[in-house]
């Protein structure tokens, strides 16, 4: 399997635990020149306006997850979200590969849908078996999705 696509998987996976960090990543290594999405019908996730936007929903989002009336992530919406943003970016990560976009956002997309359920029982079993509060572990994931994104774009 081509390498390309793994990655796909990954930065969706990610999209899965975060919906709205890895596009943040993503826009911001576009709009850095590591992914270039020049000469595809993605260039504008590079834009200085794309990476502002995405950058201030992803912080929005940060917060809005520590608090304790967000919806779970398997819920509809944020379920979409997540197989939307995870299509998106594994769609991004091909692009700049001279891959196929479409088969980046399905692989994209299932990412999306592994790391939502994933991550919440993950996340859940931790608090529990740990005994700690919720937010610790929620920051934790706050730094594997971020460090994972940022590893999935950098290769």
């Known amino acids: 399997m081509n390498y390309i696509f793994a990655f796909a998987i990954g930065i969706g996976f990610t999209a899965g635990l975060r919906s709205l960090t890895p596009p943040a990543v993503v826009a911001w290594a576009a709009h850095l020149g590591w992914l270039n999405l020049n000469n595809s019908p993605l260039a504008f996730v590079g834009s200085i306006i794309a990476v502002i936007i995405f ?10 997850d520590l608090q304790p009336s967000t919806q779970k992530r398997t819920a509809p919406m944020p379920l979409i979200a997540r197989i939307v943003t995870g299509g998106l970016c594994g769609a991004c990560v091909c692009a700049a590969s001279n891959q196929s976009m479409i088969i980046g956002a399905i692989l994209g ?47």
């Open 55 to 64: 950058s201030l929903l992803a912080l929005f989002e940060l917060f809005v």
């Open 109 to 155: 997309a299932m990412g999306g849908l592994i790391g939502a359920f994933a991550g919440y029982e993950v996340r859940r079993k931790l608090v529990a078996a740990l005994k700690i509060k919720d937010i610790f572990i929620a920051v934790l994931e706050d730094l594997v999705t971020i460090g994972a994104a940022c590893f999935f774009i950098s290769r």
